[in-house]
């Protein structure tokens, strides 16, 4: 497997806009596409000086980044390629203020496009956990302690913000932020988003002690008697990935507002999810470019 994308290997690979453009309609349009006008396998062919492509046959033109959320931007294909690359193979990310710094642009500019490559980094697919979940929350920002089993019952706490995370063993990563840690809250996560045959750890919270009777194994370590693992069972992997996590938020954002806490997430678990594909993690979202179909510039925040 190829280890590493370089920045000169990025910088050979998309020497100008027109490369980056050629990348898109390949993944939109390979060649033998079905022209929608003549109906024939073709391929299309670049229009000098514009962001179409022309059908071999008719003529007719398509657009490769109509709807994607590169639609209608007056950015350079390049930066945007360059703020794909710098949101994937740093660690922890990178936040707007420093894609700002980085690429030169406004910051009104590198919010909107770290926005948009944020959009491609939500998972969406759905596909439940399974096999061995751990399960376990965490507290994000305030004073004090964040480690869930320390806090979890202290009410005071409301500078915090939970995040709970559900890690299958050798697999993906789900984050929810969500608004406490009520039994259903964290019973209605697991059921939307682990697999019922899944066997579950967690720690000793009564919050999980429900999830046997909803059918799943679940076994679980004292973390109160500071037990953290009981041969198999433990919570390590989600533990280590909070720690990660954690440093992350701090390195680039100090703080990260309720507002964006489940976005940074995301980005921050598709980096996680994505990792065995190393130096291919680039492509992957770039993957994701024709997956997601994003709204009129007017309507974005
Ligand atoms: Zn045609």
Known sequence: ???????????IRFPNDDSC????KQLRYPEG??????????NFYKVKGRTAYACQFCGAHIYPLAKTIFDKTSTPLRLWFYAMY????????????????????????????FKQIRALMADT????????????????????KNRAYEHRLNLENE???????????????YLKHIPNT????????????????????????GGYTHLSRLGYEHDYVLHRDMQFTKGIVHTQNI????????????????VVSKKYLQAYADEYAWRYNNRKFEGKMFNRLLEQVPEVRVLPATKLA
């Open 33 to 42: 596409s079905l022209c929608s006008k003549c109906h024939k396998k073709t």
């Open 21 to 24: 453009l050629e990348e898109i």
């Open 86 to 113: 710098l949101m994937v193979q740093t660690r922890a990310g990178i936040s707007a203020k420093q894609l700002q710094r980085e690429l030169g642009v406004t910051y009104k500019t590198a919010w909107r496009m």
């Open 239 to 254: 533990e280590s990935f909070w720690s990660g996590l954690k440093r992350g938020i701090t390195g680039v954002y100090r």
């Open 159 to 173: 500078d915090k913000e939970i995040l709970m995370g559900m890690v299958e063993r050798g697999g993906k990563v």
């Open 182 to 205: 009520g039994k259903w809250t964290l019973l209605d996560q697991i059921k939307a988003n682990v697999d019922p045959k899944a066997k579950i750890y967690t720690d000793q919270y």
């Open 125 to 144: 697919s759905g596909t439940p956990l399974t096999g061995t979940v751990e399960v376990d929350e965490t507290f994000i920002g305030g004073k004090g």
């Open 1 to 11: 497997m190829n280890t590493k994308f370089t920045f000169s290997q990025f910088l």
